[in-house]
């Protein structure tokens, strides 16, 4: 299946958890949006029966400091977004409605692969108009405590230069580039789970987060010691899960990326701030089809098959 035409999935379906921050049960149903209709939250359950569309981009994100929230709190936020997003993103998925009856997108195991599983048991399909895409053209750079976040130039598709730093033998630094691609994620990224340190728990529920955070669906840090009994699922999972939250949180876009995501030490808020730098400069970016952007460029786009908020601190 080409990326030159938008992608909806082919039929509805639903998912159950709970919120790894609220601890609530959740529902979501998923489900096939018309051409041009982009990636949508419809949150039901409101007081007095009421229910809010909001739409997955970066100009709707009201917080991003332990996870992606978008939407207003008072009139119906939506958090945690980012591994669902990544998901969705990974799969070339242009257009969906995601109807939730509650505040957090379900935690599940931590990752994308549920989510991933969840698009492969319905499967995806092709509509009539071109696909968009946002190609970078000049580098954009957000900085803050020596940590930064930029997009450059890339004629390759979109890749992602990820490195991280932490003062713990277990994690120490870590770097991954991945030139992604609905393989690439699958193969590399979609099992990466959301990660926490012990000694943040007790802080954090105090404030309200990781009210259902578990050993099931969190690799839990103490020290230099990973407590879950099966261990990592890859050696450097942590590297791979950051890399996995810079996906979700990179999909806000609102359309693929034609350029090259570098990071460093860097978290929600700064994923989401260099998009944000991105669209404040008109000349930093244009919008284009496949259909008119030339042999080069399409050669250079993957290609997609039907397949298949974190604890961890910015």
């Not at 601890?23 to 809010?52: C, M, S, Y």
């Not at 730093?165 to 691609?181: E, N």
């Amino acid at each position: 299946m080409s990326f030159s035409r938008q992608v909806t999935l082919a039929r509805r379906t639903r998912l159950s958890g709970h919120g790894v921050h609220s601890g609530q049960p959740v529902t979501l149903v998923l489900g096939p949006a018309p051409e041009n209709h982009g990636i949508k939250f419809l949150r039901k359950g409101l007081e007095g029966g009421r229910e809010r569309l909001v739409g997955a981009t970066h100009d709707a994100v009201s917080a991003s400091e332990l996870c992606t929230i978008i939407g207003d709190h008072d009139s119906g936020a939506i958090s945690t977004i980012e591994h669902l997003m990544a998901a969705v993103y990974a799969s070339g998925i242009d257009n969906l409605l995601v109807e939730i009856d509650g505040a957090e997108v379900p935690i599940m195991d931590g990752s994308s692969a549920p989510f991933i599983a969840l698009i492969d048991r319905v499967g995806v399909t092709k509509q009539n108009a071109a696909r968009r895409y946002l190609r970078v053209l000049k580098p954009v750079r957000v900085e803050k405590d020596g940590k930064f976040s930029e997009l450059v130039p890339y004629t390759g598709g979109f890749r992602l230069t990820v490195e991280i730093d932490f003062p713990t033998a277990l994690i120490g630094r870590q770097k991954k580039t991945l030139d992604l691609t609905p393989q690439s994620f699958r193969d590399e990224l979609q099992h990466a789970r959301t990660f926490g340190f012990l000694k943040d728990v007790d802080r954090l529920r105090q404030a309200g987060f990781a009210l259902g955070a578990s050993l099931d669906n969190t690799v839990a840090i103490d020290g230099d010691t990973v407590l879950n009994p099966e261990g990592l699922r890859y050696g450097d999972e942590f590297i791979r899960h950051k890399m996995l939250d810079a996906v979700g949180d990179l999909s806000l876009a609102g359309m693929p990326i034609l350029g090259h995501f570098r990071s460093w030490c860097s978290g929600h808020r700064m994923n989401v701030a260099v998009l944000e730098a991105l669209f404040a400069d008109r000349s930093a970016y244009e919008i284009i089809e496949e259909k008119r952007a030339g042999a080069p460029l399409g050669q250079a786009l993957p290609r997609v098959a039907a397949m298949a908020c974190a604890p961890a601190r910015d």
